[in-house]
């Protein structure tokens, strides 16, 4: 079964970290970018990171650049996602996501159902 | 950074009608163009990409019109699992989404 999911969510005061994981089945995974894409409570989606196939290129939404590291192992077919000092306004569900190689078909065919994130004192 | 701007917020449809979904970019984005469905409780789901192009088990009453900065969806012959939010997501650089637009039951 092609799939997704994603663990590691949870309630997190403000300035601490949290890393986020998810887990793919059922398709290759080392052949596709993968994403991270964040929805707020109420609120729209935003792009967070994505990682390049092989792990050799990393980029990053500017609102969490310098914070969130995004990484991925494909030997185990894992996508993570290690989020630093974190603020109220990181509070979102956090899912990944797959797209093709290259920027210009970075669209997301494939997503998981989601991690929630909260960030409160 | 490519701001897309949905319109209406909200669209108030009976089943069985049609419905028809903007999205402006505030550059041009050639097709680069992708559409959402989101169902309560559930992540979204790709509709479109290029544009026009249906993604995999999409129905055709989903059509994907533009280019530039003007695109539209329009779903015609609504059904009941139909009414949802809808986003637009472009591609053309760091991938940014609208808003959304919600199609409620008139």
């Known amino acids: 079964q092609v799939q997704l999911v994603e663990s590691g969510g949870g309630v997190v005061l403000p300035g601490r970290s949290l890393r986020l994981s998810c887990a793919a089945s059922?398709?290759?995974?080392?052949?596709?970018?993968m994403h991270w894409v964040r929805q707020g409570p109420g609120k729209g989606l935003e792009w967070v990171a994505v990682?390049?196939?092989?792990?050799?290129?990393?980029f990053y939404a500017d609102s969490v650049k310098g914070r969130f590291t995004i990484s991925r192992d494909n030997s185990k077919n894992t996508l993570d996602l290690q989020m630093n000092s974190l603020r109220g306004d990181d509070t979102a569900i956090y899912y990944c996501?797959?797209?093709?190689?290259?920027?210009?078909?970075?669209?997301?065919?494939?997503r998981g159902r989601g991690t929630l994130v909260t960030v409160s004192s | 950074e490519i701001v897309l701007t949905q319109s209406p917020a909200t669209l108030s449809v009976s089943p069985g009608e049609g419905a028809t979904l903007s999205c402006r970019a505030s550059?041009?984005?050639?097709?680069?163009l992708a559409w959402y469905q989101q169902r309560p409780g559930q992540p979204p789901r790709l509709l479109m990409y290029?544009?026009?192009t249906r993604a995999t088990a999409i129905p055709a009453r989903f059509s994907g019109s533009g280019s530039g900065t003007e695109f539209t969806l329009t779903i015609s012959s609504l059904q009941s699992e139909d009414f949802a939010v809808y986003f637009c997501?472009?591609?053309?650089?760091?991938?940014?989404f609208g808003q959304g637009t919600r199609l409620e039951f008139k």
């Open positions: 059922g398709f290759i995974f080392r052949s596709y970018a």
């Open positions: 290029g544009v026009s």
């Open positions: 997501q472009q591609y053309k650089s760091w991938p940014s």
């Open positions: 996501a797959r797209s093709e190689n290259g920027y210009d078909h970075w669209y997301f065919d494939l």
């Open positions: 550059q041009s984005i050639s097709s680069s």
């Open positions: 990682i390049s196939y092989d792990g050799s290129n990393e």
